[in-house]
Nanobody
Framework: QVRLVESGGGLVTPGGSLRLSCVAS????????MGWYRQAPGKQREWVAQ??????TSYAASVKGRFTISRDNAKMVYLQMNSLKPEDTAVYYC?????????WGQGTQVTVSS
């Protein structure tokens, strides 16, 4: 079992920045890639970014060039979000790929509004 806890969400004006953090605990040896998803009101959850054990990163087209995912050890992953737009407003979820099992955090709210 893996437990994920996100932090760092909040209210920011358009053009601003936020840094989300996710800490994993439990059977972290089983984790391959870690990533971030988001879900806006009335919309399906969508993939945002991923980082593999080998630190290979990938991004959704909507955030590429503005968001940066990083991982500083086996249990911490971050999402640096710059040049935020109102359409980035969503609950952001940390995800861990544990092979046949996917783990999710409880989510952290990000609101971009003037």
């Amino acid at each position: 079992q893996v437990r994920l806890v996100e932090s760092g969400g909040g209210l920011v004006t358009p053009g601003g920045s936020l840094r989300l953090s996710c800490v994993a605990s439990g059977s972290i040896f089983s984790i391959n890639a870690m990533g971030w998803y988001r879900q806006a009101p009335g919309k399906q959850r969508e993939w945002v970014a991923q980082i593999t054990k080998g630190a290979i990163t990938s991004y959704a087209a909507s955030v590429k060039g503005r968001f940066t995912i990083s991982r500083d050890n086996a249990k911490m992953v971050y999402l640096q979000m710059n040049s935020l737009k109102p359409e980035d407003t969503a609950v952001y979820y940390c995800n861990a790929d544990g092979g046949p099992v996917a783990y999710w955090g409880q989510g952290t709210q990000v609101t971009v509004s003037s």
